[in-house]
């Protein structure tokens, strides 16, 4: 049985810091390309940042060099720290996994930027 589990989100004032985390079960975790999406409210999801299965990553304009991806093979848990934090990054953050054909999810942790 396939599972992607995130946990990490929060209430957190602007500027601050959170660090996401999705453990994954029941894949191959090495072979899979992982992302990272986040979806607000009224708004089409869209991806975040991403990570291939050899360490290649890639992030949406908008939290280059306040955002960061990586995973960790052992653990087969991939991680996004967010710095900098802004009301506008607000959303539920979905954890993803890709290979070939076989597309995965997890159920997603709130992440909310406010004073």
């Known amino acids: 049985q396939v599972q992607l589990v995130e946990s990490g989100g929060g209430l957190v004032q602007p500027g601050g810091s959170l660090r996401l985390s999705c453990a994954t079960s029941?894949?191959?975790?090495?072979?899979?390309?992982m992302g990272w999406y986040r979806q607000a409210p009224g708004r089409q999801r869209e991806l975040v940042a991403s990570?291939?299965?050899?360490?290649?990553?890639n992030y949406v304009d908008s939290v280059k060099g306040r955002f960061t991806v990586s995973r960790d093979h052992t653990k087969k848990t991939v991680y996004l720290q967010m710095n900098n934090l802004r009301p506008d990054d607000t959303a539920v953050y979905f954890c993803?996994?890709?290979?070939?054909?076989?597309?995965?999810w997890g159920q997603g942790t709130q992440v909310t930027v406010s004073s």
């Open positions: 993803n996994a890709v290979f070939r054909s076989r597309d995965y």
């Open positions: 029941g894949i191959i975790f090495s072979v899979f390309d």
């Open positions: 990570i291939t299965s050899v360490g290649i990553s």
